[in-house]
Each structure stands twice: as C-alpha cells, then as structure tokens.
T-cell receptor
Framework: DTGVSQDPRHKITKRGQNVTFRCDPI?????LYWYRQTLGQGPEFLTY????????KSRLLSDRFSAERPKGSFSTLEIQRTEQGDSAMYLC???????????FGPGTRLTVL | AQRVTQPEKLLSVFKGAPVELKCNYS??????LFWYVQYSRQRLQLLLR??SRESIKGFTADLNKGETSFHLKKPFAQEEDSAMYYC?????????FGTGTRLTIIP
C-alpha cells in the first residue's frame, strides 16, 4: 500500500497520560498536514510541514500538542496530559508542494477516559 | 477568515433521481474549492476540484463567485453514491472543511 499510513489506528488512554501518533506520508510528498475531526464536524486544520519545517500551527494546537517531522519523512503528533476534550479522530494528509490535492490517511481514533 | 457552510447534514435521494449537495463559502481572496468524499469504512478522498472542471463518477460542481457557492450535482443518483461528502476551501496551503452532508441513496 503506497498511500498515507497512520499508527496506531485506535488509542484509548486515561486522562492525564501522554500519547504519540505517527504518520507516514506518500514517499515523494514534501508537505504533511495534521487535522482533527470530532463527531459531526469536518476535519479541522492543526499544523503542516514542508519537508522538516513546521510552517503553520492552528490556534487549536495548545501547548500540550507538539508535532515533529525530523527528517522530512514521517511525522509524529504528541499530546501531553490528555484531556477528555482531546477525544477525536486525528487525520494526517500529504501532498506535493505545487499541487494542492491532499491525500489522507485512515486516521487515529483517540479516546480519553 | 474563511468559512465553508454545508446546510444539509443529511440528504436522502431515490436511485435515479438528481442529486444536489449544497456548499457555500466565505473567503476574501480567489478561492480554490474541492469536494471530498468518504465511503463507509474508507478514508477521505478527493472527488473533484473546481480548477480541473472534470466530471468524476458523474458528479460536477461549478464555482459561482457571485453566489459564493460550489454545489455538487449528479443527474442520476446511484446506490454506490451513498457516502459522506465534504466541501473544502484551500487557502495558505491548508484546507477548511464544511461539516459534511451524509448522502443516502434509496433503492
């Protein structure tokens, strides 16, 4: 499968714990995006990278959230001290720089108890 | 700030009937608009984008700047069209999505 992959697909954690998600983009894509989707809503932009540089962060991304793309390939999204309001589907997408079509991964569903 | 509105959360249409999913946007610049679709148990995927002016799976969408709309249309619905549809606007390299419309095709 040469599409965007995400790991894990599901994560259940207790409030206050830290969690980390991984995204592997399509190999030639230099842009990588993170979105969050809650029930009944469309995906909401969190942050994006061009190669290893994080170029924009949404105000939705509080200080407890951090994202990295250390070698310009895979990316990780970490949430520290999780809260019940963090429960959502976390989507990753990738694209070529000069072509706006974003290809989405299957998502990681986070449940915070 | 940009905004995308999809006024219908749910839409049911009989097989063979025409389909129209509404999308309105607000954006100060020149918009680039997309329709994404999510079939049951599948990932979100691009259906069409306004600049390509293609017809994909029989669907078309015309950008109307006067009415700030980008409605998705298909003349004859098929059962396999049942899915969740999201309208999205691209600005500054990121997508702003509407809340989506769940389309159900009644056999």
């Amino acid at each position: 499968d040469t599409g965007v992959s995400q790991d894990p697909r599901h994560k259940i954690t207790k409030r206050g714990q830290n969690v980390t998600f991984r995204c592997d983009p399509i190999s030639e894509h230099n842009r990588l995006y993170w979105y969050r989707q809650t029930l009944g809503q469309g995906p909401e932009f969190l942050t994006y990278f061009q190669n290893e540089a994080q170029l924009e962060k949404s105000r939705l991304l509080s200080d407890r959230f951090s994202a990295e793309r250390p070698k310009g390939s895979f990316s990780t999204l970490e949430i520290q001290r999780t809260e019940q309001g963090d429960s959502a589907m976390y989507l990753c997408a990738s694209s070529f720089r000069d072509w706006n079509e974003q290809f989405f991964g299957p998502g990681t569903r986070l449940t915070v108890l | 700030a940009q905004r995308v509105t999809q006024p219908e959360k749910l839409l049911s249409v009989f097989k063979g009937a025409p389909v129209e999913l509404k999308c309105n946007y607000s954006y100060s610049g020149s918009p680039e608009l997309f329709w994404y679709v999510q079939y049951s148990r599948q990932r979100l995927q691009l259906l069409l984008r306004h600049i390509s002016r293609e017809s994909i799976k029989g669907f078309t969408a015309d950008l109307n700047k006067g009415e700030t709309s980008f409605h998705l249309k298909k003349p004859f619905a098929q059962e396999e069209d049942s899915a969740m549809y999201y309208c999205a606007l691209s600005s500054n390299e990121k997508l702003t999505f509407g809340t989506g419309t769940r389309l159900t095709i009644i056999p």
